[in-house]
């Protein structure tokens, strides 16, 4: 098994460009989120979804769309990209709630001029 | 919106040394997990702790979670320089609805 995959592992953008990150699983699980993780900051939640065609917002969803429409892939994209969205971008998958283990992908490193 | 706080922020310490690192909130947790994440990769998963007082052991690290579920710490035995890496705590809030991560704790052990 490969657990979370993401794809790329690494972009170089200019402001107003758009781009989509890939996050794949191949556990079967329900739950999938994108975080992103910025210096002295922790991981702060973006989107989820808690299953095939559902999504939700989290804690920083401004600036980002989501969508599953398959249970194994979960897409996140930037419509516009923004300095402000430097950062390095993990998804994770989980089996049920969010108290259940979060399996974490290797994460994509955005860079935004 | 509840808040995790992690102290210290960077830890650097000789091989062999113990240590403690602290996890703390003013709000209930219904559960705490610490995960460790290593350069370029993402955090994995050491503990999950779901009752106050409740102690874990992973062979040289020991986790707790308060009485009161609203801290919990890290103590590491005689640690050894695969022990570096960020220390991260997560919670549940009460009513299973929020779900946040700490800051973190970058820990450096020095052969």
């Known amino acids: 098994n490969a657990g979370v995959t993401q794809t790329p592992k690494f972009r170089v953008l200019k402001t107003g460009q758009s781009m989509t990150l890939l996050c794949a699983q191949d556990?079967?699980?329900?739950?999938m989120y994108w975080y992103r993780q910025d210096p002295g900051m922790g991981l702060r939640l973006i989107h989820y979804?808690?299953?095939?065609?559902?999504?939700a917002k989290g804690e920083v969803p401004d600036g980002y769309n989501v969508s599953r429409l398959k249970k194994q892939n979960f897409l996140l994209g930037l419509e516009s990209a923004a300095p402000s969205q430097t950062s390095v971008y993990f998804c994770?998958?989980?089996?049920?709630?969010?108290?259940?283990?979060?399996?974490f992908g290797p994460g994509t490193r955005l860079l935004v001029l | 919106t509840q808040l995790l706080e992690q102290s210290p922020q960077f830890l650097s310490i000789q091989e062999g040394e113990n240590l403690t690192v602290y996890c703390n909130s003013s709000?209930?947790?219904?559960?705490l997990q610490w995960y460790r994440q290593e350069p370029g990769e993402g955090p994995v998963l050491l503990v999950t702790?779901?009752?106050?007082?409740e102690v874990k052991k992973l062979k040289r690290l020991t986790f707790q979670f308060g009485d009161a579920r609203k801290d919990s710490s890290l103590h590491i035995t005689a640690a050894q320089p695969g022990d570096t890496g960020l220390y991260l705590c997560?919670?549940?809030?009460?009513?299973?609805?929020?779900?946040?991560f700490g800051p973190g704790t970058r820990l450096s052990v020095l052969p």
């Open positions: 994770a998958s989980s089996l049920d709630r969010y108290q259940e283990t979060q399996y």
């Open positions: 556990m079967n699980h329900e739950y």
């Open positions: 979804s808690v299953g095939e065609g559902t999504t």
């Open positions: 709000s209930v947790f219904s559960s």
């Open positions: 702790v779901v009752t106050g007082g």
């Open positions: 997560a919670g549940n809030d009460n009513y299973g609805q929020n779900f946040v």
